[in-house]
């Protein structure tokens, strides 16, 4: 069975660009969630997903959106990039919001240069 | 609201050594916790989870304890390889908002 899969592994934007990054839960799963992972920090909450609706959002600026597909699948989009987004952006799935266990996939690496 | 505390790293242990890596939550109701791992270049994989108090989630020889009284969860492993260097975080789910919080990150280098 395919785990969560992530893609670009890498991107590479300038400052004030738009970056988007997809995710493709595990057949399955319909909750997505995204986390920023910046150097240095652990990882923080920014958006989690399911059955297609915003569930709940963490303490980031509007300009971190996303969506979830019909298929389950997720986008991040990152509007009027700044530096400080340059982090790993992390995916993860679960089979359902109240069962346990999250898993993640590879991650996004993005650097705003 | 709710948050989880885990020891700074980096910590180097030599191989065989006895490691714990320490953790402490904060949470209303009944979180369930986790310890995931980190290995160089990849996403996080679950390690190992409890969801009750006195619970003891294991895999791979590592193992932890739901602590109510201690609000605690500490990694421990009895002798660490060379292969067990990454970073390990410690998470707690929460039994309210099912909203995940985790720990900054413990690095651990075991050396030969």
């Known amino acids: 069975e395919a785990g969560v899969t992530q893609s670009p592994t890498h991107l590479i934007k300038t400052r004030g660009q738009q970056a988007t990054l997809r995710c493709s839960p595990i057949?399955?799963?319909?909750?997505v969630y995204w986390y920023q992972q910046a150097l240095g920090l652990g990882l923080q909450f920014l958006l989690w997903y399911d059955e297609g609706e915003e569930r709940n959002r963490g303490n980031f600026p509007p300009r971190f959106s996303g969506r979830q597909f019909p298929n389950y699948s997720s986008e991040l989009n990152v509007n009027a990039l700044e530096l400080e987004d340059s982090a790993l952006y992390l995916c993860a799935s679960s089979l359902e919001p109240h069962t346990d266990t999250q898993y993640f996939g590879p991650g996004t690496r993005l650097t705003v240069l | 609201g709710d948050s989880v505390t885990q020891m700074e790293g980096p910590v180097t242990l030599s191989e065989e050594a006895f490691l714990t890596i320490n953790c402490t939550y904060t949470?209303?109701?009944?979180?369930?916790l986790f310890w995931y791992v980190q290995y160089p270049g990849e996403g996080l994989q679950l390690l190992l989870k409890a969801t009750k108090a006195d619970d003891k989630g294991s895999n791979k020889g590592f193992e932890a304890t739901y602590r109510k009284e201690t609000t605690s969860f500490h990694l421990e492993k009895g002798s660490v390889q060379v292969s067990d260097s990454a970073v390990y975080f410690c998470?707690?789910?929460?039994?309210?908002?099912?909203?995940?919080?985790f720990g900054t990150g413990t690095r651990l280098k075991v050396l030969a």
């Open positions: 998470a707690l789910r929460s039994g309210r908002t099912y909203k995940y919080i």
């Open positions: 057949s399955g799963h319909t909750s």
């Open positions: 949470a209303t109701g009944y979180p369930s």
